[in-house]
Structure formats: C-alpha cells, structure tokens
C-alpha cells in the first residue's frame, strides 16, 4: 500500500501585525490574511487514530500567530518566509507553501499576495 499524503490546509487565518515600510505602516497594524498549506504521509494517523502520529495543525497555527502578532516586518517576503519556516519545520513535512496576502496594499487592487514554497531534499 502506498503512503497516504495528507494535505493540510489553514484557510484565510486573518490577522494584525506591522508591515510595510511607510511611516503609517510602521505605526500602524494592518490586516494579513494567511494561507498554509502542508503535505505529510498521514499513513500512521489514518491507521490509528492517534494523534501523536498527525501533524498538529493547532500547534502550527499558534506558532504562526504568535509570530505574526509579536513582530514587525518590513517585507512581506520577510513575514512569508517565517511563516513558511514554521510550516516546514516538522521533520514529517514533505512539502509546504505559504501565501500572505496584505489586503488595500494597492489603491485599486483588493490586496497584494506573496506566495513562497519549500520542499524537503530527497
């Protein structure tokens, strides 16, 4: 039987931090909007049914918030790469992508996105 990969996905995690390099963004939380997701064999955990075989994505969301409250960025590519170090840390993931969307970046777009993607060496 082939390993099952799981796919794991946080949708739309909003929240405030100090982005940009402007005075008013220094100054000022703005919103970000976060998505994450992660590829890991979940081969163990859907045998199981025990969590010490799954990822915990509670204790990577926490990790993300408590990063993107408790700092400021000056780049978004900066914050995406953090997150991103977070997301792929845990030596099961596979593969993870992160992208941050920073909403009324521009005046006539709804926001300005970076994603940013890693993938464990063979």
Request: with cysteine; charged share 25%.
């Amino acid at each position: 039987m082939n390993p099952e990969l799981a796919i794991i996905r946080i949708k739309n995690l909003r929240l405030r931090t100090f982005i940009g390099i402007k005075d008013e963004e220094i100054n000022n939380r703005q919103d970000v909007i976060i998505n994450v997701t992660i590829h890991y064999c979940a081969e163990k955990a859907s045998q199981t049914d025990a969590m010490e075989h799954a990822l915990n994505y509670r204790t990577i969301t926490k990790a993300i918030i408590a990063l993107v409250e408790d700092n400021r960025f000056s780049l978004l590519e900066h914050l995406t790469g953090k997150i991103l170090e977070i997301a792929s840390e845990h030596p099961w993931v596979e593969y993870a992508t992160v992208e941050v969307d920073k909403p009324h970046a521009l005046r006539f777009a709804d926001s300005v996105s970076l994603q940013l993607s890693w993938q464990r060496p063979n």
